[in-house]
């Protein structure tokens, strides 16, 4: 396995060359979370985004997000970038544009942004300053970046349940974890450090499974996140392992659930200058 900043970068493009991993997260989140969880909603409402805004989604994965404004009808530029190119040919419907572009570089003018959004992203990142350092830059002033961010410790039962797998498979991790540092706990110092102010808030949930099912597609999805990509050749035996580990959890524990805390936070930042 090899190791340093474009090993990291390797990895993330590798995690999301396929998005149907990402997409088994985000409905696993809406679905099986004690409490409602939509961050996409959740962000809209707490941006209150006008309708005009220039709006820029770095990490724009699947595209959903931009593609909910344009269909209720947002006026102002739509743009989405991303490192995958799969998410963003996803991205790029109606009036929404998407460009192949990384968080720490990018392809705008200074000031060409009125809202610009990092949802969970920033974790993937190499360089997180210098990112965020890039979306202040293109802001207008006065304008709003937010990023939503993981709790450091989010299902750590159910990534638990796929290291020991990994352990007790004797598999070793083929790339680089494509997960930094950044979390809802040192996120806002950065912001803090780039723009001088800093809104956090905390939505702390649970998923709860009750059945196997779920939860196994869950945990195969957290593979890549545990060093084992999808092309690696012991990912088809991993997720087997999981799915038997995971029937056996409940046969074992009749009438239970598996109850796993996890939680997010939306930091938000003015460009004051
Ligand atoms: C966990 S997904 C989140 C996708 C979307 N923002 C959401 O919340 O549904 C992370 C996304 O960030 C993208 N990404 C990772 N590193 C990036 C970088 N340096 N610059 C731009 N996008 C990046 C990935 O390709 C992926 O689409």
Redesign the pocket.
């Known amino acids: 396995m090899t190791t340093g900043p474009t090993a990291h970068?390797d990895a993330?493009?590798a995690?999301?060359a396929d998005?149907n991993p990402?997409q088994v997260?985000?409905t696993t989140h809406r679905l099986y979370s004690e409490h409602p969880d939509n961050?996409?909603a959740t962000v809209r409402e707490r941006l209150q985004v006008p309708s005009d805004a220039d709006l820029l989604?770095?990490?724009?994965?699947?595209g959903?997000?931009l593609r909910d404004l344009d269909h209720d009808g947002h006026t102002g530029q739509l743009t989405g970038?991303?490192?995958?190119t799969e998410?963003v040919r996803q991205t790029a419907t109606g009036r929404v544009t998407a460009l192949n572009?990384?968080?720490?570089n990018l392809p705008f003018a200074p000031g060409t942004f009125d809202i610009v959004t990092a949802?969970?992203?920033l974790y993937?990142?190499?360089d997180p300053l210098q990112?965020l350092r890039e979306a202040a830059r293109v802001l207008r002033s006065g304008g709003t970046f937010a990023a939503?961010v993981n709790h450091a410790s989010t299902a750590p039962r159910t990534h638990d349940l796929v290291r020991t797998v990994i352990q007790d498979a004797d598999a070793a991790p083929s790339t680089d974890s494509p997960v930094n540092a950044v979390n809802s706990d040192t996120l806002p110092p950065l912001l803090r450090q780039v723009f001088g102010n800093v809104t956090t808030v905390r939505y702390d949930n649970a998923l709860v499974f009750s059945r196997p099912d779920p939860l196994a597609e869950f945990a195969v999805a957290l593979l890549p996140f545990n060093g084992i990509a999808a092309t690696d050749t012991a990912y088809d035996r991993l997720a087997e392992k999981i799915r038997a580990r995971a029937l056996r959890w409940f046969s074992d524990h009749p009438g239970q659930v598996w109850r796993d805390p996890k939680g997010w936070a939306l930091c938000s930042a003015t460009l004051t200058a």
């Open positions: 970068q993330v493009t995690e999301y998005l990402l997260r985000i961050p996409d989604d770095i990490g724009c994965g699947t959903q997000f970038i991303d490192t995958s998410a572009a990384s968080a720490d949802r969970h992203m993937h990142v190499t990112a939503t």
